[in-house]
């Protein structure tokens, strides 16, 4: 079974700091990876793709992805409160259907005024 | 950038009831989507892959009877929960590819479903 671990937290950060998210997954020959956001209720939003190893930065969000570790993280700086949310670490398998999203079961971020 | 429409956002409804909803894009063609059910503090959890043309390929455990899948046309899937009973009582999104195989996959707003 291929499957992608989240530490589900909760991890609470205060206002300003950095917060670190970590993702692992077991299919060693996954090769697409992205970072979903979603808030209470609401359904998930793209923050972040990443495709080969190394780091990736859009304005406050950094991903990094170690393939030879299997290992995926997204990284916010200047955490705010409007980023209090879950954020799911999805990966594409190889395999079987290309387009098929295997999520981890998220971790919630709180971040303290 | 690509969108995906969902409708209805919300259904209250009695058990017994079978409820459709629908999932278009909007700005490109999906010949896949994919349909979650989330429960309240848990994660996403694919119930069945919807293949235009063609018939929808189920997630173990998920029945197919039960959880009905048209791709009517290349920007359309309906998912239909037939005599829908309270423990189906979830959020139900849909999503699709934007393109390329490994491209992210664009949601729906989702559909709270409530059986009463």
């Known amino acids: 079974q291929k499957e992608v671990e989240q530490n589900s937290g909760p991890l609470s950060v205060p206002e300003g700091a950095i917060a670190s998210l970590n993702c692992t997954y077991s299919d060693r020959g996954s090769q697409s990876f992205f970072w979903y956001r979603q808030y209470s209720g609401k359904s998930p939003e793209l923050i972040m793709s990443i495709y080969s190893n190394g780091d990736k930065e859009d304005g406050r969000f950094t991903a990094q992805l170690n393939k030879a570790s299997q290992y995926v993280s997204l990284l916010i700086r200047d955490s705010q409160p409007s980023d209090s949310a879950t954020y799911l670490c999805a990966v594409i398998a190889s395999g079987g259907s290309n387009y098929k999203l295997t999520f981890g079961k998220g971790t919630l971020l709180t971040v303290n005024p | ?116």
């Open chain 2, 1 to 116: 950038g690509a969108v995906v429409s969902q409708h209805p956002s919300r259904v209250i409804c009695k058990s017994g009831t079978s409820v459709k909803i629908e999932c278009r894009s909007l700005d490109f063609q999906a010949t896949t989507m994919f349909w979650y059910r989330q429960f309240p503090k848990q994660s996403l959890m694919l119930m069945a892959t919807s293949n235009e043309g063609s018939k929808a390929t189920y997630e173990q455990g998920v029945e197919k009877d039960k959880f009905l899948i048209n791709h009517a046309s290349l920007t359309l899937s309906t998912l239909t929960v037939t005599s829908a009973h309270p423990e189906d009582s979830s959020f139900y999104i849909c999503s699709a590819p934007g393109g390329t195989t490994n491209q992210p996959q664009h949601f729906g707003d989702g559909t709270r479903l409530s059986i009463l």
